[in-house]
């Protein structure tokens, strides 16, 4: 899995085409895997702004950064994509995302923000999975898995999980790369590069011997457990089904704000 998401970092930071003293904005860091590649482009006149909805995650962040004595070249801010009030306007030269959107309702607002706190000349660059190519799954699948054996206990857990998330509502299914290309132009985005991947492949059978079969249905399960007994409306299944989904169909974006040439 970190041998993947090194391939699409790498991906996503060569097309923000980052120079050294730049100021780059690292939107849903998570563990920094994006942040920590930013600063060894910006250089040591430069800055990376780890930015994430959750206060632990920039938290680790940080523990991670002090041991690197660079801790003057990062900034931690607190905020989620669709409100980035702590980040001034025009402030930022570069910024990134890496399978952020997909959690957030508000992606139209989200891409707006994204606009506002970049420099004229500035370059948006984003990974973003599409869950809609892999959606609906044939009955007898069940998140990349052949589920012949077992099609009608896995039917009964796409049921509940579909209460919980409403396709049609759900930020994980309702948008496509076409959509993706929309919000960035009514953003006013001035240019915008797209490169989507589509992989198909056969649904894997699954093995009671195989600790990645057995662990597919059993996540699943337990994801719809926790989510009837703790959000009847809105559960904690979003991660379980965009991680299975993500080597399925893939959109990488760069966005040039006003007169950017990428």
Known sequence: MLKELSVWRDRILEHAAITEGEIVLDVGCGDGLIAFGALDRVGEEGLVIFSDIS????DHCRSLVEPLQVLDRCRFVCAPAEDLAPIATGSVDVVTTRSVLIYVQAK???FHELYRVLKPGGRLSIFEPINRFCYPEPPHQFLGYDVTPIEET????RAVFERIHEPASSPLLNFDERDLLTFAERARFAEIHLELQATIKQPKPL???DETSRLALGNALEVVRQSVESHPKRGHGASALASRSRTVHSVSATLGRD???L
Not at 55 to 58: A, I, K, N, P, V
Request: proline fraction near 0%; hydrophobic fraction near 35%.
């Open 55 to 58: 206060q632990d995650l920039l």
């Open 108 to 110: 139209q607002q989200s």
């Open 154 to 157: 896995a039917g009964k857990v």
């Open 207 to 209: 093995d009671s011997h």
């Open 259 to 261: 007169d950017a040439v």
